[in-house]
Nanobody
Framework: QVQLVESGGGLVQAGGSLRLSCAVSGRTFSNYDMGWFRQAPGKERDFVAAISWTGTSTFYADSVKGRFTISRDDAKNTVYLQMNSLKPEDTAAYYC??????????????????WGQGTQVTVSA
């Protein structure tokens, strides 16, 4: 397994932007598919975005498509989530997750075996 540490959360007004970062250590980062999930109070943890271990494939929830962008920098062992045009409904704790590369099922949180501690994103109206 790998260790993941998220950063970059905070309070922002609707329409604003934030960039989340997830620093990964412990194993070869480039071997892992990476995902972002979010969980609002009283709700289940939901898929947001994922990127393949090769960096050539990205996947997004319909609710964030066109507003969020996932990327990875293998030289820095870091995955990013650029969030633009934020809405109050984007308010949640955001979690970074890793799974073995090439196993598919990017949207299924059960496939991910390493998780960060989460970073809070709050979007005010």
């Amino acid at each position: 397994q790998v260790q993941l540490v998220e950063s970059g959360g905070g309070l922002v007004q609707a329409g604003g932007s934030l960039r989340l970062s997830c620093a990964v250590s412990g194993r070869t980062f480039s071997n892992y598919d990476m995902g972002w999930f979010r969980q609002a109070p009283g709700k289940e943890r939901d898929f947001v975005a994922a990127i393949s271990w090769t960096g050539t494939s990205t996947f997004y929830a319909d609710s964030v498509k066109g507003r969020f962008t996932i990327s990875r920098d293998d030289a820095k062992n870091t995955v990013y989530l650029q969030m633009n045009s934020l809405k109050p409904e984007d308010t949640a704790a955001y979690y970074c997750a890793a799974k073995s590369g090439g196993t598919g099922y990017y949207r299924d949180l059960r496939m991910y075996n390493s998780w960060g501690q989460g970073t809070q994103v709050t979007v005010s109206a």
